[in-house]
Structures are given as C-alpha cells and as structure tokens.
C-alpha cells in the first residue's frame, strides 16, 4: 500500500493561503500511484486562539504545585485552539460540503487515491435541534465521493468550548483497497510536565519501544506533558492510563489500518525545530507507540498493524507542533517504522508498506 503524510505548517485562520501551500508541496513531490493521502487535524483551518492566548502567557511559566489542577487547566486551555465559538465560526464547514471537502474531493479524483483532511464541522440544525459542532476529518474516495466523516470521539477542554462528541463510538468500517480502516483524532497541549507512571516506563522498555534512542532520550520521554487530549489518551482522564480505549477498539474491530489526523505539540525546546529541523520528536513519538501498546501485544501475529500518523509543523505564537509524521507497521510484538518525516519540515511523506524495508523490524 502506498501512503502519503502532507505534513506542513497553516497559517491561523487562511484557509486558502494554507490549501495553496499544501498544493505546492504535492506538486514539487509529485507522487504517483497513491493509494491513501493523509492530512493533520484541522488542516486547513490552522490551530486559531493560539498566538497571544493564555498558552502563549502560561505555557513557559512554572507551574504552582500549590494551585489546584482544575485551575491550571484553565489557565493553558483557555485560547487554544478555539477560545470561543464565536472564534471558530467564521470557519465553521458544512458536513463534508464545505472547502476542505471540495479540496479533498479534488485532489482524490485527480491522485486516484482516498484523501483524509481534518477540518471544523457544523451540521445543520433540524426542527427544534440547534447545529451541532464537531472537530471533524472526512475521507474521500477516488472517484471523489465522501465515504467517512468520523467526528472526534474524546474531546479535550478546548475542543469543548466549541464542539461536541463524536456520538456512536470511534470510527471502523472496511475500505476497499485499504482494508479494515479505524480512526482518531489526536492533539496535545503543551503544558506542565510529568512523569509518566514507572510501570509503563518499565513495560516500554520491556517492550522495545525505547530501542533506537539513549538513555538521555529515554529520561525525556518521562517528561511528556500529562495534558493530551485526544482520542488515543484515556477518556477525560477519568478512565485509567492503561484503558487504552482507542487501542482496544482497534483490536475489537480487526482494523488493520489505523488513521490519526493530528496536532501535537512537542515538548522539545523550540529551538529544535530551528537547529534540527530534519530529526523528529523522539519523545512524542515513543509516547504515540506507548499508547498503542496493546497492539504491539496481540496474540493474532499474523497480521500487521499499519499506523498512519500525520502533523503538523511549524509554530503559532508560544505553541510549537511536533511534526513527526510517520507510517509505523505494528506485529507479534515488534515496530517496524517505514518513514517517518522531522520535526520542523514542510514535506510529503510517502512509503510503500509492500516494498522490502532497509532498516530492521524493533524487537
């Protein structure tokens, strides 16, 4: 299978600026014979509320370990993303009838392939029911026609002050040419750091899932934000870390193809993204294989799970994305990463999941 990651950096709030800049990175990598394109969480829209906000104020303040978490949560919340829904809708689209649809549509006659984007839906209001809002992405056929439009099931602080929940569960379905498709939508807000529990520090490395980086790199990884708030992490932090809800339906439904539109903030100092721009975020990416655990553990190792992951890059005010784009093959165990773009790049990723593979299987 040949998959695409358009990993770049929107502008805030230039929808036809940032589908002009994602045009011109297709055309300079001129890709041939795709079967799947994938594009970041709220691709065209970019991440609103964010240059100036309150993460822009708190997110390089220390944190007050006196100060209750309800309280904190507030403070970096308020303005990331949607501050409002009175900020978000002059950029609110229709159910899969608005400009990113019409670009994915678009460009999926024009590749042959499915195309995913994320973009801001609101449906229409029926009778006595108010327009519902959703964080959104819409997948498209070949030939052009909606096939999906999976609403974002686990909603984080800031997705709340403007959108509803995905009802109906997460989303799988089987796709022809793709196989059993499953999705998610994934964020993460930059904010205090904390160390993950040592039970998982300790099972990652058991697992492999610490192989390829030093024990600097490691250490850092413990040092991912607890704030995520995205389909992969546990339910409003009430369910536990190790529910791995999003992981077990991907199991329960015998997805074979997991597709995560993303905005994720790198818990790297933003520097990096200027002196080491090709390298990706080797935290956040641990951390996205720490939370898909459960798959590395199914007995049925005659199948392999491909994970597409695509972010964005660059940077909105205090708010640096991680970028880190990726197609990872998980079996019997083991992580085989097929590519995987760096950090601060505007690129296309494209890998071919059947041909052979030069760097070796994670074990």
């Not at 950090?343 to 030069?358: I, K, S």
Request: glycine share 8%.
């Amino acid at each position: 299978m040949r998959i695409a990651c358009l990993q770049f950096a929107p502008s805030l709030g230039k929808i036809s600026q940032n589908i002009q800049r994602a045009e011109a990175i297709l055309r300079n990598a001129a890709p041939q014979n795709l079967d799947l394109l994938i594009l970041p969480e709220l691709a065209f829209t970019g991440e609103l509320g964010v240059g100036g906000s309150a993460l822009g104020r708190h997110a390089t303040r220390s944190p007050n370990p006196h100060q209750p978490i309800a309280d904190r949560l507030s403070d970096i919340s308020t303005g990331y993303n949607f501050g409002s829904l009175s900020e978000i809708s002059p950029h609110l689209e229709a159910t899969a009838a608005g400009p990113s649809t019409a670009w994915a549509s678009s460009t999926a006659r024009r590749l042959n392939c499915y195309v995913v984007v994320g973009y801001p839906e609101t449906a229409n209001a029926s009778g006595d029911c108010p327009a519902s809002r959703y964080n959104s992405a819409v997948m498209m056929s070949p030939s052009g026609s909606v096939i999906a439009n999976y609403r974002k099931r686990h909603l984080y602080m800031t997705d709340e002050t403007w959108a509803e929940e995905g009802k109906g569960g997460f989303f799988a379905s089987d796709v022809a040419a793709l196989g059993r498709v499953a999705m998610g939508i994934l964020r993460k807000l930059q904010a205090e750091m904390q160390p993950l529990p040592a039970y998982y520090m300790s099972l990652s490395r058991r697992r492999g899932i610490m192989h390829g980086i030093d024990r600097g790199q490691q250490e850092s990884l413990t040092q991912i934000a607890q704030l995520e708030g995205m389909d992969i992490n546990p339910y409003r932090y009430i369910a536990p870390f190790h529910s791995y809800e999003f992981a077990t339906h991907v199991l329960a439904s015998s997805a074979t193809l997991i597709l995560l539109p993303m905005a994720w903030l790198t818990s790297e100092p933003p520097s990096t993204l200027q002196t080491d721009p090709e390298l990706p975020d080797a935290a956040t990416m641990q951390y996205w294989q720490l939370r898909l655990q459960p798959l590395l553990e199914d007995s049925r190792g005659d199948r392999e799970i491909v994970v597409v992951a695509c972010n964005r890059s660059g940077s909105e005010g205090r708010a640096h994305y991680a970028g880190t784009s990726l197609v990872m093959g998980l079996q019997s165990g083991a992580i085989r990463r097929y590519g995987v773009l760096g950090r601060g790049v505007e690129d296309l990723l494209v890998v071919d999941t059947q041909a052979q593979v030069t760097t070796p299987k994670v074990t």
